[in-house]
T-cell receptor
């Protein structure tokens, strides 16, 4: 199972919006509405931010928005804040009944 | 507050074995599927395996299949990962995680522990 493709890094200024893409295949991202996004700050465990493409767990800000088109999922963060600076990982369910992660995207808030 | 405490990590030689444990508390362990996820130093997240509530269904990442075994003891609220034929590339922090997917696909989870470091080196 190949890893999903994410950009290595993205950046934005406070208050701006950014979007992180996550590209897979018909056997994972494109075939199921089971894409999740995780945020990880340095030396911390990953935190679930989005599940089922566009659902937010309780307590996650509505500035985080997930979407999907074909084999590509996206995470959009609006109104960037300094505390959003972190690594972000997408994950998808696959036809093999496994999960696969993307390589991760480092978000820098300038 | 859900708690997951991983243990059992350490230094092991290539080809060796290690068993990780994850002690769960503050939730009804037997009602949740459980995952292992790992992260090599300075690298990204990698999903390892998942086990169903009763231990009857288990799924593994291709690179771990045949070498790793996930299991659970619901009487002890504990998750395990037995790792055999360890390779240097298995060096990572291993996290256990509570599955939150009510659809039965085990497609997302919550990591609550600090992880345990496994170092495979001669």
């Amino acid at each position: 199972q190949s890893a999903l493709t994410q950009p290595a890094s993205v950046s934005g200024s406070p208050g701006q919006s950014i979007t992180i893409s996550c590209t897979g295949a018909r056997s994972d991202v494109g075939g199921y509405n089971s894409v999740s996004w995780y945020q990880q700050h340095p030396d911390s465990a990953p935190k679930l931010m989005i599940y089922n493409v566009n659902e937010r767990p309780s307590g996650v800000s509505n500035r985080f928005f997930g979407s999907k088109s074909g084999n590509t999922a996206s995470l959009t963060i609006s109104g960037l804040q300094t505390e959003d600076e972190a690594d972000y990982y997408c994950s998808s369910y696959t036809s093999s009944r496994t999960l696969v992660f993307g390589g991760g995207t480092k978000l820098t808030v300038l | 507050q859900v708690q997951l405490v991983e243990s059992g990590g350490g230094v092991v030689q290539p080809g060796g074995s290690l068993r990780l444990s994850c002690a769960a508390s503050a939730f009804t362990f037997r009602n949740y599927g459980m995952h292992w996820v790992r992260q090599a130093p300075g690298k990204g997240l990698e999903w390892v395996a998942v086990v169903s509530t009763d231990g009857g269904s288990k799924y593994y990442a291709d690179s771990m299949k045949g070498r790793f075994t996930i299991s659970r003891d619901n009487s002890k609220d504990t998750l395990y990962l037995l790792m055999n034929s360890l390779r240097t590339e298995d060096t990572a922090v291993y996290y256990c995680a509570q599955d939150l997917d009510t659809s039965g696909l085990f497609s997302y989870f919550d990591v609550r522990g600090r992880g345990t470091l496994v170092s495979v080196s001669s």
